[in-house]
């Protein structure tokens, strides 16, 4: 009878419900799950405790206003959920720290100016700011510049005198695993990376 639901948003409300603390709102979004599948009113209200009438105000709500229609007892397709001063603060954050994940950054907000976003309306209004998610790079942590051309000056007094061998082995990893987060347009985001002394070690020996 339903199924109304396309796979993005499915899985859109599937993502708020694990993020959802408030037993009130999450059991909001399980009525446009359930009657997505194919669940009907009664069943619902036999589930989840909840009144017939309730279960079609949330459907309404969520056709609407989509989730935040449907979570947000304040909800107007017209309000600015942060004002202009909230926003510069939050873009200053996200240039001081990288967020993981766009879940991170909705459960910041909620946190600290109790404002409820969605995935996908949060991930409109960091674009808007101007970020995008992608990886930040890695460099070097303790790259001396006086040993590596001590090193090239003593490889190449080797040249053509025989072979030369290195010798290297495998390692268990120990630099910082590099991953992607919100970070400003056009902008880098660089993090050192160090690596443990008996890894040196074999680098640059000759045989």
């Not at 880098?188 to 680098?203: A, G, P, T, V, Y």
Request: hydrophobic share 30%; glycine share 6%.
């Amino acid at each position: 009878m339903y199924k109304f639901l396309n796979k993005d948003q499915r899985q859109e409300l599937l993502d708020e419900l694990q993020i959802e603390r408030s037993k009130r709102y999450a059991d909001r979004i399980r009525v446009i799950l359930l009657l997505d599948d194919n669940q009907t009113y009664k069943d619902i209200s036999k589930f989840l405790f909840l009144d017939e009438g309730s279960i079609a105000n949330y459907r309404k709500r969520y056709m609407e206003g989509g989730i935040e229609g449907l979570i947000l007892d304040e909800y107007s397709t017209k309000r600015t959920k942060l004002n202009l001063v909230e926003e510069f603060q939050l873009a200053n954050e996200l240039d001081d720290r990288i967020f993981a994940s766009t879940k991170e950054v909705v459960n910041h907000i909620f946190k600290k100016y109790k404002v409820k976003f969605s995935i996908s309306g949060c991930n409109n209004l960091l674009h808007r700011l101007g970020f995008s998610f992608k990886k930040a790079k890695g460099v070097p942590g303790k790259a001396k510049k006086k040993d590596q051309e001590e090193f090239i000056e003593k490889y190449n007094s080797l040249k053509g005198k025989g072979k030369i061998y290195f010798g290297d082995a495998t390692h268990p990893l120990h630099n910082t695993i590099l991953s992607a987060g919100w970070i400003r347009k056009g902008e880098e985001k660089s993090f050192h990376q160090f690596r443990s002394k008996s890894r040196q070690c074999l680098r640059g020996n000759f045989y």
